[in-house]
């Protein structure tokens, strides 16, 4: 599967976007990574011999200078992937107001400012804008109050921002994983039984890699997939859709 020519990966730092990014490279793609762990991008930015930017996409000063420079390194950008987001497993009564809303800037707003400063600029010539969101937007969970809210309205998100812009063949997509076995998730995954717990719950007994959900996030950026728009893929190990017990 073709790559596209150039792209900008938010959150490279991750364990989703760091795989992403690899894959990206070999495939031949120009890239611009961008995130706020400084030593991660250095490191991921050496071995792959590409731009790396500071940004707090939360912020969205800093993201409006981030997408300006990285159009100048790149010229036109054909994709996007915003790997940033985070993990709250807390029932509502007990989710601070603080918590609630340090949710909601990682993982909904951040993806509005990014939008906000690049749908004009990708509408010139279209390309593909892909988000990360969860299963636990598509199926109720206990204890994910905020992160639920926060990815539903993410999916929200893509699907109207699809809409809007599919006059100008620009596609907007999102991955929605399970638990995925990367550092954000290292709490739950280092922790024998809650991992076993995280286990049972997908239907095919264990958690996704990194690579997996990279793999998706390829799929919908590649240039050989060009009528796909408005689509939430689930890469959750049946989480979202299965029952078996």
Known sequence: MNGPKTA???????????????????AGTRLVLAGRNEVALKELSAELGVKFLLCDFTQPDEVASCITLAIEELGEIEAVAHCIGSILLKPAHLTSIPDWQSVMDTNLNSAFYLLHNLAR??????????????????????NHE?????????????RSAAATYA??????????PG??????????????SARKFSEAMHPL??????????????FLLSPDN???????LSVDGGLSSLQTK
């Not at 900008?8 to 690899?22: E, K, V």
């Open 8 to 26: 900008l990966i938010t959150g490279a730092n991750g364990g989703i976007g760091s795989a992403l990014a690899r894959k990206l490279h070999s």
């Open 121 to 142: 600029a990708m509408s010139k010539s279209g390309g593909s804008i892909a988000f990360v969101t969860s299963a636990a937007a598509e199926k109720g969970l206990s």
């Open 146 to 158: 905020a992160i639920a809210s926060a990815k539903a309205g993410l999916a929200g998100l893509t």
């Open 167 to 176: 006059r100008n063949q620009l596609r907007v997509n999102c991955v929605a």
């Open 179 to 192: 638990l995925t076995d990367t550092p954000l998730a290292a709490p739950i995954t280092n922790n024998e």
């Open 205 to 218: 007994g264990r958690l996704g890699t990194p690579n997996e959900i990279a793999s998706a996030l390829f």
């Open 226 to 232: 060009t009528w796909i728009t408005g689509q939430s």
